[in-house]
């Protein structure tokens, strides 16, 4: 099995609740290969949500290099449970590009998945999952990943 490039999209200024979650998932994804976007499970965001690291970079740099891992990658993911227009945009502009998007939202937290996303559905290139637990989301990314 080759190693897949990675694009993991989650909630950073929409906000940061499920910042553990991201970092379980994206610890699991990194077993399948490189994870461009691993700065969205960490926990050092300033409070206007960038990330510590990025703090000298400009909107237009974080842009670009992020548009740059999403054109590289092979496949996306995207936990989309927070709503985030970040991340919609990125599933957009992953769909533009003719990307895999695994996207996995989690009921129980009582929001309702937006329908543009829902209703994006498209056999095996756009998949929405729906998980309890993490450990059911990195079940369902291995069997959707494992057979890379």
């Known amino acids: 099995m080759s190693k897949l490039s990675i694009y993991f999209c989650g909630s950073i200024r929409g ?8 970092h379980e998932i994206i610890t699991h994804l990194k077993s399948f290969g490189k994870v461009f976007t691993e700065h969205v ?5 300033n409070e206007e949500g960038i990330q510590i690291d990025d703090a000298k970079l400009t909107d237009k740099q974080i842009h670009d290099r992020d548009m740059s891992w999403l054109q590289s990658s ?13 991340v919609g945009y990125e599933l ?3 769909i533009e590009m003719k990307k895999k998007v695994i996207c996995l ?4 937290s009582g929001k309702r998945l937006s329908a543009m996303i829902e209703g994006a559905k498209c056999e095996n290139l756009f998949q929405v999952h729906h998980y309890t637990e993490v450990k059911n989301a990195c079940q369902l990314l291995t069997g ?4 890379k």
């Open 41 to 45: 499970g960490s926990d050092k965001f």
């Open 105 to 108: 939202f989690r009921p129980s």
């Open 15 to 22: 906000g940061r609740n499920d910042a553990a979650i991201y």
């Open 144 to 147: 959707i990943l494992g057979n």
């Open 74 to 86: 092979d496949v996306v993911v995207a936990e989309v449970t927070t709503p985030s227009l970040g």
């Open 92 to 94: 957009g502009r992953a």
